[in-house]
């Protein structure tokens, strides 16, 4: 799905999380706008002071009230700045802080097919670098913005309370400055826009090359790699340059409408002085009015850039939020006490509607049967188990588990049914002890040490640093691909769960290991359906039943000496080494 958000909308949603929170909203605004206040009273005590001089017969007692008065001021605008400042950065970091748990939230809900069809990079850029930017746009705008309006609009006041004809060539000169900030903001949004969604094509591209490191050095793939993120790196930097040169625009802009501005406001009120109209106190106010009136233009035309990074960057948090969820498991029944009793009757699936994969699929599994899925490469067996997990729904006909409809039953139930070991393991960072309880929390180091030995994992865990308790790295970075598959299957070993999935679950491992692990898996299956996708024979020709697939459908099925005797697509494959 590729919405294009536009930057209205988008602060309007930044707004709402915002709500979220009033007293620091509430807080960040009163002090910038008492800030503010007291920074208008400061003129006003300046040129009373002024004409007081001015006027001889100086009274130094009133001269030092004014002194105290316009210390006082200073010191208020201090504190309010400062008060709104941690205000500011207290609701800045818990938007971003929403947006990111928001965010991460959805990840769990959504269909696989997003995140087949998506890079892993660019999510994790939505979620992490674009709410950075989030974060320090809103930091840096949110106060300065309405500090600076709220500045431009006292000052008006007051310069048309002192001397209303300077007021109003003020007044006219101004939409000059308001229509160049406008155009450029709204012409900028774009190139950040585009800069953000390289920036985030930049961050998947990296995290493909350094996740396929090995394959790439393997390949001597370096040379075109660099070359192609030497090309998202220029095309970046384009951007950037663009967004951040339009941006720059308003700044120099603004300054010399507002230069004019102050020029004109000291010829104006200096032939008002010369001609008795004006005290020179009152031009001084005026002439400092009119620098706070225009050193907001040039603040607020700084945080610009901030401002729509920022919006640019929430547009694509946005956008991610707003992925279609999987079906909603509300009002479905929870699946309790599996059999593992599994049909799949009449199912079509296609990951693309004008590629059909699965058509007229038919299947009966009854508990405790040991079934064995073999096929050529892309015939459909991953994406049998995928359906048997309700991790896609079939587009037509339906899957059953103990003779329930699995769209009708919770997906959490029905995947706790399941115990599954695939060839692509994974581990968290954490410790062994961790990771092979992560099915079963609240089992006992005896059940763990027990699972991790008939998984054949006990000896190369004891040799570790700390036995149980090493820290594993991310994805187990510090094992070997055997070791991390064995602790994945002394995870299932340790559920005991009524039905298996083992989706070449001993690739990675050797063949000496394989055959104990093999009894092991014997055991396990003992009583409990089986689903076994496999090229090695050794765990499959011991299977009650064995389904041939080509191009989704099951040309054959039996056991392993009656398919031998057919002589058809599971001869062919056997002998051509499965």
Not at 5 to 19: D, E, G, H
Not at 203 to 217: C, D, H, N, P, R
Not at 514 to 527: N, P, Q, R, Y
Not at 556 to 576: A, N, Q, V
């Amino acid at each position: 799905m590729n919405k294009s958000v536009k930057s209205p909308s988008t602060l309007k949603r930044v707004l709402s999380y915002a709500k979220k929170y009033p007293f620091s909203l509430v807080g960040s605004l009163l002090f910038a706008l008492l800030g503010v206040g007291f920074s208008l009273l400061v003129p006003v005590f300046i040129g009373d002071a002024i004409d007081c001089i001015v006027s001889g017969g100086v009274l130094w007692t009133k001269l030092f009230g004014y002194f105290w008065l316009i210390l006082g001021c200073a010191l208020g605008v201090g504190v309010c700045n400062w008060l709104s400042g941690v205000c500011n950065n207290r609701l800045s970091c818990r938007i971003v802080h929403d947006l990111r748990k928001d965010a991460f939230y959805k990840i769990n809900r959504l269909p696989l097919a997003y995140l087949h069809a998506h890079p892993h990079g660019d999510t994790v850029a939505r979620i992490v670098a674009d709410a950075d930017q989030v974060a320090d746009g809103l930091l840096l705008g949110f106060t300065q913005f309405f500090t600076g309006v709220t500045t431009i609009l006292g000052t008006l006041v007051f310069m048309l309370a002192t001397h209303w004809l300077i007021g109003l060539v003020v007044v006219l000169v101004t939409p000059l400055s308001l229509l160049v900030a406008r155009f450029v903001s709204t012409h900028t949004y774009q190139f950040f826009q585009s800069q953000t969604q390289i920036r985030g094509e930049q961050t998947a591209f990296t995290e493909e090359a350094i996740s396929g490191l090995k394959t790439v050095q393997a390949f001597s793939q370096e040379d075109e790699m660099q070359e192609k993120f030497n090309q998202i790196n220029v095309r970046l930097e384009k951007a950037t340059m663009k967004a951040t040169f339009y941006s720059s625009l308003t700044n120099p802009s603004t300054r010399l409408i507002n230069n004019i501005v102050y020029a004109l406001v000291a010829l104006i009120g200096g032939l008002s002085v010369a001609q008795g109209n004006f005290t020179v106190g009152g031009l001084t106010k005026f002439l400092s009015y009119s620098g706070q009136y225009a050193k907001p233009f040039n603040e607020i035309s700084g945080v610009i850039a901030e401002l729509k990074g920022a919006l640019a960057s929430a547009a694509r948090i946005f956008e991610f939020i707003d992925e279609e969820e999987e079906p909603s498991d509300e009002g479905n029944q929870t699946l309790e006490n599996i059999r593992g009793e599994v049909t799949f009757d009449d199912v079509d699936f296609s990951y693309e509607q004008d590629k059909k994969l699965i058509e007229r699929l038919s299947l009966t599994v009854s508990q405790g049967q040991r079934v064995a899925i073999v096929g050529r490469t892309g015939s459909g067996k991953t994406t049998l188990i995928n359906l048997l997990l309700r991790f896609y729904d079939v587009d037509g006909g339906k899957v059953t588990m103990d003779g329930k409809d699995v769209k009708e039953v919770t997906r959490k139930s029905l995947r706790q049914g399941y115990g599954m070991v695939l060839q692509e393991t994974w581990l968290r960072k954490g410790t062994v002890r961790e990771n092979i309880k992560l099915g079963k929390k609240d089992a006992t180091d005896e059940e763990m040490v027990a699972a991790a030995k008939a998984a054949h994992a006990d000896g190369f865990i004891r040799r570790l640093g700390q036995g149980y308790d090493t820290l594993l790295s991310e994805d187990g970075g510090n094992l070997s691909e055997g070791q991390k598959q064995l602790l994945c299957i002394a995870r299932i070993m340790l559920t005991h769960p009524p039905v298996l999935v083992l989706d070449e679950a001993t690739s990675s491992i050797d063949t000496r290991t394989e055959l104990k692990i093999s009894d092991a898996f014997h055991k396990l299956m003992e009583g409990r359906t089986s689903f076994i996708v496999a090229h090695r024979l050794s765990t499959i020709q011991h299977a009650h039943l064995i389904l041939v697939m080509e191009k989704g459908r099951v040309v054959e099925s039996g056991t392993h000496e009656s398919l031998l005797e057919k002589g058809g697509e599971y001869y062919r494959l056997y002998h051509g080494r499965i």
